[in-house]
C-alpha cells in the first residue's frame, strides 16, 4: 500500500494570503493522486486529481495542484483564500489495488 | 443525484450493543468502501466491495466488526459487541472506478458509552 505524507499538521494564513499545503508519497509507480477537502462535520469532498498529463491540475474552488513525479510530490495551493476555505484537508494516492491511502490531513485556518 | 446516503448520523450507544450503520452508494456505482476516522489513527480502510463482493476486509479490526452489501443500493457495517473504543466517525464512500476518485457520505458518528 502506498504511503502518505502531508508535511503541516496545521496552517493558519490571513485571508487574502497565498497558500501551499506539501503532499509527498511513496511509490514511484504511476499512480492516481487527489486532494480531498473536509469541512466540519461532513464528508470528504474531491477538490481535484491527477491522472496523467499536464503536471498542474486545476480543482474546484480555485485549487491547484502541481504533480512532481522526481519528487513523489503532489502539492495543493491556492493565490487567495478566504474564511470559507477553513477546513481540514488530505492528500490521498490510489495505485493498482483501488484503494486510497489517505496522509493524515493539514487543518486550514483562515484569519481576517 | 442525492449522493452517498448514510444513517444514522449520530448513534449514542452503551458498551455491549449491537450498531448497524447503514449506507446507500450513488446508482451505478461499483465500488463501495467504509472508513473509520479517529484523531489518534485519521482516516482508515476498513473493507471495500466491487460488484457487492467484498474484497478486501484486511482493515477489519477484528471479529466484532462485520459488513455487508447484499445488493447494489445498500450496504451494513456491523459492530458486535461495541466497546468505547469504537467511536469514531464512520463514513461510506462509493465510486464508478478508479481514476473518479470516491464520493464520501456525510458519515455517522458513534459514541459508545
Known amino acids: 500500500a502506498q504511503s502518505v505524507t502531508q508535511l503541516d499538521s496545521q496552517v493558519p494564513v490571513f485571508e487574502e494570503a497565498p497558500v501551499e499545503l506539501r503532499c509527498n508519497y511513496s511509490?514511484?509507480?504511476?499512480?492516481?493522486l487527489f486532494w480531498y477537502v473536509q469541512y466540519p462535520n461532513q464528508g470528504l469532498q474531491l477538490l481535484l486529481k491527477?491522472?496523467?498529463?499536464?503536471?498542474l491540475v486545476k480543482g474546484i474552488n480555485g485549487f491547484e495542484a502541481e504533480f512532481n513525479k522526481s519528487q513523489t510530490s503532489f502539492h495543493l495551493r491556492k493565490p487567495s483564500v478566504h474564511i470559507s476555505d477553513t477546513a481540514e484537508y488530505f492528500c490521498?494516492?490510489?495505485?493498482?489495488?483501488?484503494?486510497?491511502?489517505f496522509g493524515a490531513g493539514t487543518t486550514v485556518t483562515v484569519r481576517a | 443525484d442525492a449522493g452517498v446516503i448514510q444513517s444514522p448520523r449520530h448513534e449514542v450507544t452503551e458498551m455491549g450493543q449491537e450498531v448497524t450503520l447503514r449506507c446507500k452508494p450513488i446508482?451505478?456505482?461499483?465500488?463501495l468502501f467504509w472508513y473509520r476516522q479517529t484523531m489518534m489513527r485519521g482516516l482508515e480502510l476498513l473493507i471495500y466491495?466491487?460488484?457487492?463482493?467484498?474484497?478486501?476486509d484486511s482493515g477489519m479490526p477484528e471479529d466484532r466488526f462485520s459488513a455487508k452489501m447484499p445488493n447494489a443500493s445498500f450496504s451494513t457495517l456491523k459492530i458486535q459487541p461495541s466497546e468505547p473504543r469504537d467511536s469514531a466517525v464512520y463514513f461510506c464512500?462509493?465510486?464508478?472506478?478508479?481514476?473518479?476518485?470516491?464520493?464520501f457520505g456525510s458519515g455517522t458518528r458513534l459514541t459508545v458509552v
Open positions: 464512500a462509493s465510486s464508478p472506478g478508479q481514476m473518479y476518485g470516491y464520493t
Open positions: 511509490s514511484s509507480v504511476s499512480v492516481y
Open positions: 491527477y491522472l496523467s498529463g499536464s503536471t
Open positions: 490521498a494516492v490510489s495505485d493498482w489495488d483501488y484503494k486510497l491511502s
Open positions: 446508482s451505478g456505482h461499483d465500488y
Open positions: 466491495f466491487n460488484n457487492n463482493v467484498p474484497i478486501d
